[in-house]
């Protein structure tokens, strides 16, 4: 009887030490295998449309990309996500709540930036996330690729370049905004003619565009919008997944109970329009580096006028405008990733 007791605690024993083991180190799940092979500035108004919180739970998950830091910007004035005059404030604010949930309070860096607009394309907005940019940028002590992953408005990368143009031969943009090109896509039925992450700065849009020599990996509307998550996939895959999962659930479910209010409704599915930040970088492929399943092709940068409409530059260089995204490879690897840290 007392050799069954023994080994009934030994076993318990054996078994909270696995738990605790497999709690400790679920968010780095390959790190036998997978090494950090980049390094990447998340930059996204997080205080907005929710869809910028599942990427950033997505890129904090995936072990090949390295997180240098977050930048919480601003949203457009007036906005109906947060009308405040601090909404860069308050995307902190959202950033920091979010690493609470996931118990990685204090696990990165995370930087405000500036809560306006651009007020001509030669004066930067000094804030600690355009600041951050920059230092990273200059860096001589690293190897690894900078990508600049940004979500939102163009403020902080505008203006780091302002500081400092040398930044422009030492990272890579990878933006979502900006609207169809006439020659690859056509706009949404009811569209305005402003999309919605160039409406947020065009100025800051002028200067990354018209401006620098940035090299830029552009996701416009019409591919950020092929990145459709379906309600029933949030209640199987995202929700059952802890506290990450339940946290990114309620953000899309109030906001499905909030549209209700103005008699709205928006179907089944929603747009993770940020996503693509995740599988432009993280999960590029493994020899010839690169996000082989995913397709862009190469156009001259355009002029960004007044409007935030397109102009031809044929003095422009060359960027890659993404048209069509490895959506299965992007939701099966965030859904196994949740899964894995649950």
Not at 49 to 74: K, M, N, W
Not at 144 to 161: D, F, H, M, Q, R
Not at 225 to 232: E, P
Not at 284 to 312: M, R, V, W
């Amino acid at each position: 009887m007392k050799t069954i007791r023994h080994l009934a605690v030994l076993t318990l024993s054996l078994l909270t030490t696995a738990v605790s083991l497999a709690q400790s180190t679920k968010i780095s799940f390959a790190k036998d295998f997978v090494k950090p092979r980049m390094r990447v500035i998340v930059d996204n108004d997080f205080g907005g449309d929710p869809d910028g919180l599942f990427q950033l739970v997505h890129q904090i998950l995936s072990p090949s990309a390295e997180i240098r830091g977050i930048i919480g910007s601003h949203l457009k004035p007036g906005d109906p996500f947060d009308a405040s005059t601090e909404t860069a404030t308050n995307a902190v604010k959202k950033v920091k709540e979010l690493l609470e949930v996931m118990k990685l309070q204090n696990a990165f860096p995370v930087y405000e930036g500036s809560n306006l607009q651009l007020k001509d394309t030669k004066t930067p907005n000094i804030s600690e996330g355009a600041k951050a940019i920059v230092k990273e940028a200059m860096r001589t002590d690293v190897k690894t690729p900078l990508y600049v992953v940004c979500g939102a408005g163009l403020t902080e990368i505008a203006s780091a370049y302002l500081m400092e143009p040398k930044i422009a031969d030492r990272l890579t943009l990878i933006w979502i905004g900006g609207p169809e090109y006439s020659d690859l896509a056509s706009p949404p039925p009811g569209y305005t003619s402003l999309e919605y992450n160039l409406g947020i700065d065009i100025t800051a849009g002028q200067v990354v565009f018209n401006d620098s020599k940035i090299p830029i990996w552009q996701i416009p509307r019409n591919a950020y919008r092929q990145v459709l998550l379906s309600y029933s996939e949030l209640l199987l895959k995202v929700k059952p997944t802890g506290k990450t999962g339940e946290y990114l659930t309620e953000k899309i479910e109030n906001l499905m109970k909030r549209v209700q209010k103005f008699d709205l409704h928006i179907g089944e599915t929603y747009i993770m329009g940020d996503s693509p930040l995740v599988l432009l970088t993280a999960l590029q492929s493994s020899f010839e580096a690169d996000p082989s399943s995913s397709f862009y092709t190469l156009k001259q940068a355009p002029l960004i006028n007044a409007q935030g409409l397109y102009e031809t530059n044929t003095k422009g260089r060359n960027i890659r405008v993404y048209n069509q995204l490895d959506t299965r490879l992007l939701f099966e690897d965030f859904f196994g990733k949740l899964q894995l840290f649950k």
